[in-house]
């Protein structure tokens, strides 16, 4: 039997009944089979590949080739939860240079949303992809892909200055054309904050149980992180006698608000 596969409005019509999202990062056709029968909502091909699949120290030497090669792995997987794929390093350097990066990510990666990591520089880039009929998850708080200028993966928005930066930049990018955000490593009450002022949906990591929706790297939640995992996921396996059971108590743990608990919520 077919079911009703997940759109941008269906995101955005969970929200406004106060649904939970449940979104997990996946890579290849056998995970996006098993997330999707789970229930996951959207599948999120994250550059993060680049250091839980490539094993490197960070997301930058991600290619836009190799977020269409994993992308399309996971569309011949999926059926019904929402394909977003992320816009590699530089990929949205340029308007032009990211509506060529997302026509690839969508006719050959599968994607059925774009997302890019950036502020308030991108409103005319996602804007421009809005306008060609590319739905937008926008990335906020934390941005892996300056690592190198942050020097570190660190929380954000935790002085008033930078939170009102943040605040500053949903507005712009929902006001772009935006669909969905994700907020990555930013207080809990500025999340909630953000969450609640916008009406597109708002999907957390490292972010508090007050926005509409989680997100978790898929290697991090069934405890296969190398190194010592963020501070902020749960290892589900834990528990469980496997994979398909630990997804499970993830997406039971989104829907009901039981996950993030407090000692996965650092600020
Ligand atoms: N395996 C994995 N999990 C992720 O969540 C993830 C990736 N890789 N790669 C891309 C980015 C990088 N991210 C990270 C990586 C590390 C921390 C981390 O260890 N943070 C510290 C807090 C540091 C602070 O603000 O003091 C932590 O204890 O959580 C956070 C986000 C999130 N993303
Ligand atoms: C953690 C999510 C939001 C991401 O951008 C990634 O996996 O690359
Ligand atoms: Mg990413």
Redesign the pocket.
Known sequence: MSVAPVSVATLSAMKARGERIVSLTCYDACFAHLLDRAGVDLLLVGD?LG??LQGHAT?VPVTVEQMAYHGASVARGRERALLAVDLPFMAAATPERALDSAARLMQEGGAQVVKLEGGEWLAETVRRLSEQGVPVCAHLG?L?QSVNRLGG???QGRDETSAERIRREARVMEEAGASLLVL??VPAALAGEISRSLSIPVIG??AGAGCDGQVL?L??MLGL?PGRP????RDFMQGCGSIGEAVAAYVEAVRDGSFPAAAET?Y
Not at 230 to 233: A, K, L, R, V, W
């Open positions: 993060s250091m839980v997301t934390l892996p993966y660190r929380f990555e490593c990591i490292g790297v290697h991090d992180n963020p501070s902020f996921s650092p």
